[in-house]
């Protein structure tokens, strides 16, 4: 059993940068899909970035060049660096992990494994 766990939410002003982590256990290797999601209040929860076992990224146009995914495979830690801080960027962060997939999606149905979540709130 896949288990995530999210961690570096925090409150900050708008600009400002924080990064955010995913410590993942239990999978036992082969081919895998990660990503962020977020979820703000009143909205559907939406993919952010994808990184697939490859290191192959995908990114919403919405965090493009402000927020990078990345993996380390020794700490078995996904992480979101989130740069120029929006208030539109307030929600729930939640990480994902799926092994189904030969390409990874920002679909919230193609994914098995969830963490709890994290919030980000960046004020004005």
């Known amino acids: 059993q896949v288990q995530l766990v999210e961690s570096g939410g925090d409150s900050v002003q708008a600009g400002g940068s924080l990064r955010l982590s995913c410590a993942a256990s239990?999978?036992?290797?082969?081919?895998?899909?990660m990503g962020w999601f977020r979820q703000a209040p009143g909205k559907e929860r939406e993919g952010v970035a994808t990184?697939?076992?490859?290191?192959?990224?995908t990114y919403a146009d919405s965090v493009k060049g402000r927020f990078t995914i990345s993996k380390d495979n020794a700490k078995n830690t996904l992480y979101l660096q989130m740069n120029s801080l929006k208030p539109e960027d307030t929600a729930m962060y939640y990480c994902?992990?799926?092994?189904?997939?030969?390409?990874?999606?920002?679909?919230?149905?193609?994914?098995?494994?969830w963490g709890q979540g994290t919030q980000v709130t960046v004020s004005s």
């Open positions: 994902a992990a799926d092994g189904r997939f030969r390409l990874c999606s920002r679909l919230t149905d193609r994914y098995n494994y």
């Open positions: 239990g999978y036992t290797g082969g081919r895998y899909c």
């Open positions: 990184i697939d076992s490859a290191g192959s990224t």
